[in-house]
């Protein structure tokens, strides 16, 4: 049953809507529309990527927004009413360096002042990129010491693999003072048990929880990776 109560949006009303904003600088583009869910897609390039060359994930947030926000105003049951983005929560998980990346927007709650929108994001070729989750969302939020860290190590990374500068990341997650969470997908071809071993051997206090019948780069998706990390976070605040 659809779920428009000003009409059934088009994407030329969404794209006329977007002229001249941020939206339309950065390439957003509407997709599909459908009973009670938008489609919308943003490109990686220079407009939208970080300086590590993979799609920011405030680039990530803006489609999000984008869509919640151009979908909640087409559910609004008053005159008169306008709805904009009043929080969220977005849970970065993989990355990509070019392509496009497409937003699903779907209604969680409709009520008469408030709405709730769950928006999905995918690459290309269907896997998750971005999953705004309020419950991993808030626990992250109040971990925001260990995850800029975590954001460190990962660049760190990054400089080291893709753009060749001499960093010794092993040196640096061996310096780490505070405990560390690693998902381990045991059917990783490119983080083997032994490398696990390795970095327990590094860090004894390393908590590690096996994701079964997953390979390299886990998956909050998963129930099992969810509720690690809230369980992890919530020892740690």
């Given at each position: 049953m659809a779920i428009w109560t000003r009409g059934i949006p088009t994407r030329e009303q969404l794209a006329e809507a977007s002229k001249n904003t941020a939206v339309a600088t950065?390439?957003?583009?509407?997709?599909?529309?459908?009973?009670?869910?938008?489609?919308?897609?943003?490109?990686?390039?220079?407009?939208?990527?970080?300086?590590?060359?993979?799609?920011h994930g405030g680039?990530?947030?803006?489609?999000?927004?984008?869509?919640?926000?151009?979908?909640?105003?087409?559910?609004?049951?008053?005159?008169?009413?306008?709805?904009v983005g009043?929080?969220?929560n977005a849970?970065?998980?993989?990355?990509?360096?070019?392509?496009?990346?497409?937003?699903?927007?779907?209604p969680v709650h409709i009520g008469g002042?408030?709405?709730?929108?769950?928006?999905?994001?995918?690459?290309?070729?269907?896997?998750?990129?971005?999953?705004?989750?309020?419950?991993?969302?808030?626990?992250?939020?109040?971990?925001?010491?260990v995850v800029k860290i975590l954001r460190l190590l990962n660049r760190l990374h990054l400089l080291r693999t893709v753009h060749g500068v001499p960093i010794?990341?092993?040196?640096?997650?061996r310096s780490l003072t505070m405990p560390c969470?690693?998902?381990?997908?045991?059917?990783?071809?490119?983080?083997?048990?032994?490398?696990v071993n390795s970095m327990q051997d590094a860090k004894p206090d390393l908590e590690v929880v096996k994701v079964p019948d997953r390979g390299h780069a886990p998956f909050l998706g998963e129930p099992v990776a969810r509720a690690a990390i809230v369980a992890f976070l919530v020892r740690l605040i």
């Open positions: 950065m390439g957003i583009e509407y997709v599909e529309i459908g009973e009670d869910y938008v489609i919308g897609r943003i490109p990686v390039d220079e407009r939208t990527v970080q300086p590590f060359g993979i799609l680039s990530s947030v803006v489609l999000a927004e984008t869509l919640g926000s151009m979908a909640a105003n087409y559910c609004l049951r008053k005159e008169g009413q306008i709805a009043l929080d969220i849970n970065h998980i993989r990355s990509v360096t070019k392509g496009w990346v497409y937003g699903t927007a779907r002042t408030t709405q709730v929108w769950e928006i999905k994001l995918e690459n290309e070729e269907g896997k998750p990129q971005s999953d705004m989750d309020p419950a991993v969302g808030d626990a992250l939020r109040k971990a925001a010491p010794d990341t092993w040196d640096c997650f969470l690693l998902l381990h997908g045991v059917l990783s071809d490119v983080l083997s048990e032994g490398i």
